[in-house]
């Protein structure tokens, strides 16, 4: 009898409908809920497979030292796959992101090296590639690395398709490394050309954990602009307001980007009739908590 580990148990989420918040339409908008994950995030997909397809081709043998730099729950997935598959994790971060985080890494065993506020993912991003160069590990790098976005084409799609008989019509994903936008448009596009691809962005003086407008020179490489129909510009207050909707309407306690995301998606039900729109609710809200955007928390 074979026994699953807790690898297997990577991807499968629930995809499930809106019931109170699009209102009167004639429009389904589903919600992938990839906090269901086992370690809570949507990054657990990409952080297996960094791993495992470098694995494959000799790059890494358990026991070496793994790098990378992230704002969450990449570091926090990627925790908990060197856990599984036996590596050293050093995870770079910006000071400003959630304790929840923090803990939720050396929770792993991962080693957490912080940089400024000031300094940021640009500043993280640096400092890893320094690292590597001095010869103190391999830096997996998210936003580079085609691996990420292979995760969500073999798996985040394929799921999609199935679970919404082929009859999506629009999907959106808020836009941090781009892995998951990338990976799922490139599938769907596949099956149904016609399929519309939202990304979304943080409007100019948003701060929102886990989405960035990145800088022309640190645009992920794996990003390829053909592949994503739409960009939408979210506001930090309006993804805030939708994740405490969420939580307080729908039952779904998610982060500030899955907020932004389901924002987006009901403006776009408000311009369309008969679609299947879905977004992906990348992470739970628990680990916002002591970020004080939810009431009394």
């Known amino acids: 009898m074979h026994f699953p580990t807790i690898e297997d148990y990577v991807g499968h989420t629930p ?10 339409t004639s429009n389904v908008v589903l919600a992938k809920l990839e906090g269901n994950n086992p370690a809570g ?5 990409p952080a297996l497979s960094m791993i495992q397809e470098a694995e494959k081709r000799g790059d890494i043998r358990p026991g070496d030292t793994l790098i990378e730099a992230t704002s969450g729950n990449t570091g926090i997935a990627l925790a908990m796959a060197a856990a599984i598959k036996g590596y050293r994790m050093k995870l770079i971060m ?5 304790e929840e985080r923090r803990a939720s890494m050396r929770a792993y065993g991962a080693e957490i090296i912080t940089v400024s506020q000031e300094e940021g993912m640009e500043g993280a991003r640096d400092l890893a590639a320094q690292m590597q160069e001095a010869g103190e590990g391999l830096v997996l790098d998210q936003f580079s690395n085609s691996d990420n976005s292979l995760a969500h084409y073999r798996t985040t ?3 999609i398709w199935e679970q ?5 019509t629009h999907f959106i994903s808020s836009m941090g490394t781009t892995g998951t936008i990338m990976g799922v448009s490139r599938y769907l596009k596949e099956r149904n050309p016609d399929v519309q691809i939202i990304g979304l962005q943080p409007n100019e003086g948003s701060s929102i954990p886990g989405i960035r407008r990145w800088p022309e020179e640190y645009l992920p490489s794996i990003f390829d602009p053909s592949r994503v129909d739409q960009i939408m510009d979210i506001s930090q207050q309006d993804a805030e307001n939708t994740m405490r909707a969420l939580a307080r309407e729908e039952g779904i306690f998610c982060g500030v980007s899955s907020g932004g995301a389901i924002a987006a998606a009901l403006e776009v ?5 008969n679609a299947i729109i879905v977004a992906i609710i990348c992470d739970r809200g628990d680990r916002y908590l002591s970020t004080g955007v939810f009431p009394g928390a």
């Open 15 to 24: 995809l499930v409908r809106l019931q109170r918040m699009p209102g009167d």
């Open 41 to 45: 995030s949507v990054k657990d997909r």
């Open 94 to 98: 910006p000071a400003n992101m959630s």
């Open 157 to 159: 799609g394929p799921e």
């Open 164 to 168: 919404t008989e082929g009859r999506i």
């Open 269 to 273: 039900s408000r311009q369309v009739e």
